[in-house]
């Protein structure tokens, strides 16, 4: 049985991209960067994604380490998704993107 | 009809998202961030992406201004996939991803 480092690409861009490569994952960490968010808030703001695809982003995310899931005790129970630190130290890449989309838009 | 402005997103980062928010296309840029690249080269080495996703990722990004296709007039003629400057433009995206690859294995 391979170990999760052997699974892992040996190219660091892949590693990334393997990660979060994905248009949807992309605009979920945007939202978290700034705060907490619950499920509902998520779905009504990534426009167009649907319920099955929000949660498999969600759990896939959850499962690498990326955002923590917290369920409240409150009736009925409110559930949020938030950035762990790994999560976190994601902020480069997307300012990054902020800055070339940003480029991109006052170059039409 | 709507303008090229006017179907982009408002969000920086979703416009970002739009044009290269997407597994292939990344690597693809990764690589070409290096040298020009022909399609046999890239398909050989983007280990698993058949000829149709690769056929339509280098047609969107040509589409985009994120790359040039460049036919060289010999016997067969040979194919080159460069960066157009708003591509190279996309260096310090791929430059985040690779420090936090890098990062995230060391933490493995």
Known sequence: ???????????PVAITVQLIGNKWKLL???NLLQRPWR???LQRDLD?????????????MEADGII???????????VEYALS?????LQPILDAMKAW???YKAGL
């Not at 049985?1 to 190219?11: D, G, R, S």
């Open 1 to 11: 049985m391979k170990t999760k480092a052997e699974l892992i690409p040996e190219c």
């Open 28 to 30: 979920i960490i945007r």
């Open 39 to 41: 499920f509902n808030e």
């Open 48 to 60: 167009g994604i649907s319920q099955k695809v929000l949660t498999d982003s969600l759990r896939s």
């Open 68 to 78: 923590t899931r917290t369920v409240y005790p409150e009736v009925p129970p409110r």
């Open 85 to 89: 630190e790994l999560g976190h130290s």
């Open 101 to 103: 989309g940003e480029n």
